[in-house]
């Protein structure tokens, strides 16, 4: 009998997922924004929540709850409506801070891990397109044979993963560029952007249907 770490099914899974990971859907658009806005240590911390997040959809698809999410249209626009909601309130927030009259202010602290952490769990789990995913995609690996549960958990573990690692590239790379774009523009200016585009980007999920998920 094969071993599953040498099986053609997880080498062709694993290649598929670093595709998909590294083709820039919302979450990575979501990571990219978060950097310019907060720096490379905002741009970790988003990671980390948005990869939980996946994660907590990889465990809803992998106990069947995807595909009341895909049966059900109501479930469906209801939890999709309020992850846009969420991601409308961080750019209307975002807009605020701009608003801020920033002369004879001492330096604004760098926004806390914390909260960034948060931000990034609450827009992946809101995103039910994800869970969506995880139930079509993942099915296509598991073995009949054995225990599906326990496949999907760790197929879905393990394409988190790689997005966390494609994810970080992303980060670094908009890290290294952030300081070069930030001096086209004062810190006001950054903020109207990355406002606006999580206020866009809200309105994209709002109206968007199943096909992307990242």
Do not use: W
């Not at 899974?13 to 990571?31: E, I, K, N, Q, R």
């Amino acid at each position: 009998m094969t071993h599953p770490a040498l099986s053609p099914t997880l080498a062709v899974f694993l290649l598929a997922s670093l595709v998909l990971a590294l083709t820039p859907g919302p979450g990575v658009f979501y990571l990219v924004t978060r950097t310019l806005a907060g720096g490379r240590r905002a741009g970790f911390a988003s990671i980390d929540g948005v990869a939980l997040g996946n994660l907590g959809n990889a465990a809803v698809a992998s106990l069947g709850l995807a595909a009341v999410l895909a049966v059900s249209a109501h479930a469906f626009t209801a939890v999709k409506l309020a992850g846009a909601a969420y991601l409308v309130y961080l750019g209307m927030r975002e807009l605020r801070r701009a608003r801020r009259p920033t002369h004879d202010e001492p330096p604004q602290p760098p926004v806390r891990g914390a909260r960034v952490f948060r931000d990034g769990f609450l827009v992946a789990l809101l995103n039910p397109k994800t869970a969506i995913f995880f139930g079509a995609f993942l099915p296509q690996f598991v073995d009949p044979a054995r225990s599906a549960l326990v496949q999907s958990l760790a197929l879905g573990a393990a394409f988190v993963a790689i997005a966390a690692c494609t994810d970080t590239l992303y980060v670094i790379a908009t890290a290294r560029l952030g300081p070069g774009i930030a001096r086209l523009g004062a810190r006001p200016t950054m903020a109207r952007l990355a406002g606006l585009s999580f206020i866009a980007l809200g309105l994209v999920v709002a109206c968007s249907d199943t096909r992307s998920t990242r």
